[in-house]
């Protein structure tokens, strides 16, 4: 059985109801998938939260991958299998975004592969707690975590059946972290979805609320989610996003709009068993369980809930950010290779530092412009099928006008003064660490003297400055002819392989991670 497509049948098949349209029974056709992946690209994705309604007897269909999953969850749901369960999974420790060698990972964590769940990292134990009518309306409020020294992982070892027992009965969620690593269930989805969307990878947490509470307070994500639910019930509250707010993956998140902004459209969903509710990053939102933990003559609303979230995470490369940082890349790439005049070393030098700054103006654009922001759909599976239907036609075609919009946006808006104030700020700042943006250009780099531009930023632009800042005039003059002969010449057609091969080489690492940690649950569950 293709595990994808059984997903994508339920996915799609879902929203083709909530569309109000027809499907007739067997699998949706590819075209047919496509058109309905077009309606959600255009009308939902990055944009705004949907309800996928699924019908009663979802999980009934055996053959379901949710059905599959709620069968080995479900075994767990009694407290005495649950803290079994906890105590039989190890950490998974993280690997860095920009990592693409497995092995050089591996020496990293050589010494704590198959060690117990850290707190944060693989385990949260936490609620938040109700306000009492008395309390003011509109304060914040906050979570509390079960552990109170919670880096001590030793603590973690210890969450055995009566801990875990204690935990829930007194309101706390267990949200447990990188399930794709630990159910092969979990990790088919999770796969299915990022080939779907075209990203190297997709994460996916479960969380277990016992009746009446809330695990995690209000707040928004850097990542669009999925949040399915498997068991019980639950009720979420989200509020409206400021327009084109939209969050990049890694970056600080700020604190949230104020309360005041947010009381007008909140959207309001209860979620049942197999529902699927679609929510973009940057959107705030909040969720609690309904019923009494004391009321035991209503069953249906004392149950507990499990949902599975399986978050889209979009690496820097992939958002439109990344693609025109590649572009930019390539380009330089057949200058340098094309070029009709033997250019001596010196000229060579001052041009890779040029277009070092074009690639530092494209980020300092991306900031101010979401368009750059959202994630690039060149490599999502309708497009990268055979079949020439409408939907793949017309989506393709939409990429292809981002990306002439981002060029034209550069060529309009790039700033050379505002480009080098940023440089000087760095360089006097010396921190290394506002430039960890460009780290992963490097991938890009056959040659080693490329790779360094990369791998220490702070030490070129240096030189930069420490050449150029006696005649910034001529530098201006040259950066701007460079940047109009750029937006001038870069054909979206030619990113595109390169683009996937990039992609290719992220989903090979998170893939023989994912493997990895698949194998080293197996040896223990
Ligand atoms: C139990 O709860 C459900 C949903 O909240 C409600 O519709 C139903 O009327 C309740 N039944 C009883 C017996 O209270
Ligand atoms: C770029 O500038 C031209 C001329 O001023 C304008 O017509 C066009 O809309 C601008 N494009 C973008 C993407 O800002």
């Given at each position: 059985m293709n595990l994808l497509l059984l997903f994508l049948d339920f996915l799609w098949m879902k929203f083709s109801i909530s569309l109000g349209k027809q499907i007739k029974f067997g699998w949706p056709s590819l075209g047919t998938m496509n058109l309905l992946l077009k309606n959600f690209l255009q009308d939902c994705w990055e944009v705004s939260p949907l309800l996928i309604k699924g019908s009663a007897n979802n999980f009934d269909d055996k053959s379901s991958i949710f059905s599959s999953l709620r069968n080995s969850l479900g075994c767990r749901m009694n407290a005495n299998a649950l803290a079994m369960f906890l105590g039989q999974l190890v950490s998974c420790p993280p690997i860095a975004s920009d990592e693409l060698d497995i092995f050089s990972f591996l020496k990293e964590v050589d010494n704590s592969l198959g060690s117990p769940m850290t707190y944060e990292n693989d385990i949260r134990v936490v609620k938040t707690p109700k306000f009492t009518s008395e309390s003011i309306q509109h304060a914040v409020k906050e979570e509390i975590h079960f552990f109170k020294h919670f880096m001590d992982s030793e603590l973690v070892e210890k969450f055995s059946f009566v801990k875990s027992q204690e935990a829930l009965q007194d309101g706390y969620t267990i949200a447990l972290r990188g399930m794709a690593f630990r159910i092969v269930e979990v990790a088919a989805i999770a796969s299915g979805l990022s080939?779907?969307?075209?990203?190297?990878?997709?994460?996916?947490?479960?969380?277990?609320?016992?009746?009446?509470?809330?695990?995690?307070?209000?707040?928004?994500?850097?990542?669009?989610?999925?949040?399915?639910?498997?068991?019980?019930?639950?009720?979420?509250?989200?509020?409206?996003?400021?327009?084109?707010?939209?969050?990049?993956l890694y970056e600080p998140l700020c604190g949230l709009p104020s309360s005041k902004y947010e009381d007008d459209g909140c959207m309001d969903v209860l979620l049942r068993e197999g529902d699927i509710l679609y929510i973009p990053r940057g959107y705030p939102h909040e969720a609690h369980t309904i019923g009494d933990s004391k009321e035991h003559d209503n069953k249906s609303s004392s149950e507990f809930s499990m949902h599975l979230t399986l978050g889209i995470e979009v690496e820097p490369p992939f958002e439109w950010e990344g693609f025109t940082h590649i572009a930019l890349h390539l380009w330089n790439q057949k200058y340098k290779k094309y070029s009709a005049y033997p250019i001596d070393h010196g000229m060579q030098n001052q041009r890779s530092m040029l277009v070092n700054m074009l690639h530092i103006t494209l980020r300092l654009i991306a900031d101010k412009n979401v368009v750059l922001?959202?994630?690039?759909?060149?490599?999502?599976?309708?497009?990268?099928?055979?079949?020439?239907?409408?939907?793949?036609?017309?989506?393709?075609?939409?990429?292809?006008?981002?990306?002439?919009?981002?060029?034209?946006?550069?060529?309009?808006?790039?700033?050379?003064?505002?480009?080098?104030?940023?440089?000087?700020?760095?360089?006097?700042?010396?921190?290394?660490?506002?430039?960890?943006?460009?780290?992963?250009?490097?991938?890009l780099c056959q040659e080693e003297e490329e790779k360094e531009a990369f791998d220490k930023p702070l030490e070129l632009l240096k030189e930069f400055l420490l050449l150029n800042s006696n005649h910034i005039k001529e530098v201006a003059k040259e950066f701007t002819e460079m940047k109009s002969e750029f937006c001038g010449s870069v054909f979206f057609e030619d990113v595109c392989d390169e683009y996937k091969m990039l992609l290719q080489k992220y989903k090979k690492t998170r893939k023989q991670y994912m493997n990895g940690m698949l194998s080293l649950h197996t040896c223990f569950l």
């Open positions: 080939n779907l969307f075209g990203q190297p990878s997709v994460g996916a947490n479960i969380y277990l609320t016992p009746p009446s509470s809330q695990g995690l307070a209000k707040h928004f994500d850097d990542h669009c989610v999925f949040v399915c639910q498997l068991f019980g019930q639950k009720r979420w509250r989200i509020s409206p996003r400021q327009v084109a707010f939209l969050p990049r922001k959202k994630a690039c759909m060149v490599a999502a599976l309708p497009f990268s099928s055979n079949t020439n239907c409408y939907g793949e036609h017309i989506l393709l075609l939409r990429q292809k006008t981002t990306f002439d919009y981002i060029i034209e946006t550069i060529d309009n808006s790039s700033s050379f003064s505002e480009t080098l104030l940023y440089i000087t700020t760095t360089v006097h700042e010396g921190n290394e660490n506002s430039l960890q943006w460009m780290r992963w250009l490097r991938h």
